[in-house]
């Protein structure tokens, strides 16, 4: 069997589309067809509002090995421009998940090495099993990081911890990303996917309209200046408030019952 990415909509949470990275054999190692599949999917959620939220994962409790060392070795008789090409892909998925208005949720079992847990890092949200390892061992192989692995850790960890993990390429137990506040949730072995997408399914009951402006909010802030964002934090509150979601989300507090956003 190939490597592939699965779509579906579980009928527990009908308002989250699933994406299952599935490479059986090779712990869902990566391959372009996923990167170009996810691409797709990702486009296709964005235009169906029906789907509320998304949730990563793995198949066979596994989250995702990263790069195909094999597939790398076949690379390297190749030209240059035939991993570059690669590695584009990639980071097209990558950049897509961010710009993705729905919540992304990665659930991960097992492990998220290499560029699988730069996939994990690019989604919104991350439930991990309590056993679960991440690591980044592109250093152990020569290698160094793909899939904007270095940008996220660099800015989520302090510069001396990002240097060690991406350096040194030790795993990191789920707990441990946990209090440095990478990994929002720790679940036990086996119900990270039904913790997810519970999650997701909660998150799919806010206001679409409110949490596609925060996500651009927060993945603004980085790059602006407090007055600057203040500005887009303004622009931002008045456009929700004359939105249907800000009417709809305000009656419903008032008149004491759950909203319900179309």
């Known amino acids: 069997m190939s490597a592939e990415l699965l779509t579906s909509r579980p009928l ?20 372009p067809d996923m990167y170009a599949a996810g691409i797709e999917a990702l486009d296709s959620a964005e235009r169906d509002p029906s789907v509320r939220a998304i ?12 790069g195909n ?29 961010r710009a993705s208005s729905k919540p992304v949720i990665a659930a991960v079992e097992g492990a998220a090495a290499g560029a699988g ?4 890092l690019a989604c919104d ?6 056993d679960a390892k991440f690591v980044m061992s592109y250093a152990r192989v020569g290698l160094t990081p793909d899939g904007g692995g270095s940008w996220f850790l660099a800015r ?3 510069r001396q911890l990002a240097t060690e993990v991406l350096i040194e390429g030790k795993p990191i137990v789920a707990t441990r990303l946990a209090e440095l506040g990478v990994v929002n949730r720790v679940a036990k072995a086996g119900a990270v996917r039904g913790t997810a997408l519970a999650w997701a399914d909660d998150l799919g009951k806010i206001s679409p309209h409110a949490v596609a402006r925060i996500k651009g909010l927060v993945a603004a802030a980085g790059a602006q ?3 600057d964002h203040l500005g887009a934090e303004r622009d931002s509150f008045v456009a929700s408030l004359h939105h249907r979601d800000g009417l709809e989300g305000i009656t419903a507090f008032l008149e004491k019952r759950a909203p319900v956003y179309k």
Do not use: M, Y
């Open 225 to 227: 200046s407090l007055a």
């Open 156 to 158: 989520a960890l302090p």
């Open 125 to 130: 949200l991350i439930v991990a099993a309590d």
């Open 12 to 31: 527990e949470s009908d308002s989250t589309l699933v994406l299952t990275l599935s490479n059986p054999g090779a712990r869902n190692a990566l391959h």
């Open 55 to 66: 949730v990563l994962t793995g198949a066979d409790q596994f989250f995702c090995a990263g």
């Open 69 to 97: 060392l094999n597939r790398l070795l076949e690379n390297r008789a190749k030209d240059p421009s035939v991993q570059a090409e690669s590695i584009d892909l990639l980071g097209e998925w990558i950049a897509a998940l």
């Open 117 to 120: 847990f730069s996939l994990a």
